[in-house]
């Protein structure tokens, strides 16, 4: 006879433990709700196990041998204590944390999070480290599945199933230009704003959704120059007459650092809804929801901060 393979799976046990107490392979199926065949091939390899049938039907039910008789007690006690293991996880404590988190930021929110989240981290979890890095849409369901990235800031994305998401803020537009410019001294109209010369942000180079939506109105803006990031693209409008739109929340974090003058935009768009990004398998990773909800509320009250 072949020596049976002595790497035991604990699932085992546990369908050792439903067949005993349910009385039969279909109801211990549907308590663990395994197929039948699932049950069945558990079975034959705990049968090969402890060499024993392990179990003899009779009627409708399965009565189990003397040898199932005699470990059962052992088995369930092991299992009992299993369980009681998971229940008496130790509480989470911040302060204890050490650890980095990796996130996908989009500069705006970097820019504005960032200095209240240190902050925070320094009180709370001084060990805490936080890498932020740039990423493209399309790759944003593959970094967060891989665990390269612990979460992502966009905006609405379409998202594969594994990927679970909440609501940070809206985020709404306005033109920014130095303050000698023609348009500053009154309320920016949309026919002065068309006529204007621009400069725009793209990180990769894609026409704007503010574009995109002109376009499709069978309107046009002269963009001379497209930049990569929000504060170059501030300095050359602080510099120029060009007009630059942008995040209002990060508008207001420029103002200050650089002669700018901040108007409405003169079109009606909705706002942006921006999310926050997580795969599903981090759901019971108690340091990562302290960290998701840490991040969430310090971005949320630093750009209303801002906006105000």
Not at 112 to 129: D, E, K, Q
Not at 203 to 228: F, K
Not at 269 to 281: E, F, M, N, R, V
């Amino acid at each position: 006879m072949t020596q049976p393979d002595m790497r035991m799976d604990l699932n085992l046990f546990r369908v050792l433990d439903a067949i005993y107490t349910r009385g039969g392979i279909s109801a211990a199926a549907r308590a663990l709700h395994l197929t039948q065949p699932a049950i069945t091939h558990s079975l034959n390899r705990l049968r090969e196990l402890f060499d024993d049938p392990l179990f003899v039907r009779q009627g409708n039910r399965v009565i189990p041998t003397d040898k199932a008789r005699t470990v059962m007690a052992e088995v369930q006690l092991h299992l009992k204590g299993l369980q009681a293991t998971i229940r008496m996880q130790p509480a989470f404590r911040a302060d204890e944390l050490e650890r980095e988190f990796s996130v996908g930021f989009r500069d705006m929110l970097e820019s504005i999070a960032f200095p209240p989240l240190l902050a925070r981290l320094g009180t709370l979890a001084p060990r805490v480290r936080v890498v932020s890095r740039r990423i493209a849409a399309s790759d944003m369901d593959r970094e967060l599945g891989s665990g390269s990235l612990d979460l992502v800031i966009d905006r609405r994305l379409p998202i594969g199933p594994r990927l679970c998401s909440e609501h940070l803020l809206d985020e709404s537009l306005v033109v920014v230009m130095r303050r000698q410019h023609p348009l500053a001294s009154t309320a920016l109209r949309r026919n002065d704003y068309l006529g204007a010369r621009h400069v725009a942000v793209s990180p990769s180079g894609e026409a704007a959704p503010l574009d995109v939506l002109l376009n499709q109105d069978g309107r046009s803006r002269e963009i001379r120059l497209v930049c990569q990031h929000y504060f170059s693209a501030c300095q050359v409008a602080a510099g120029s007459d060009l007009l630059l739109t942008m995040p209002s929340s990060y508008a207001a974090n420029f103002a200050p650092l650089l002669p700018l003058a901040i108007q409405p935009l003169p079109i009606k768009l909705k706002p942006i809804p921006i999310l926050t990004y997580w795969h599903q398998s981090k759901n019971h990773d108690q340091a990562h929801a302290w960290f998701r909800q840490l991040l969430i509320e310090t971005a949320r009250t630093a750009a209303a901060f801002s906006a105000n």
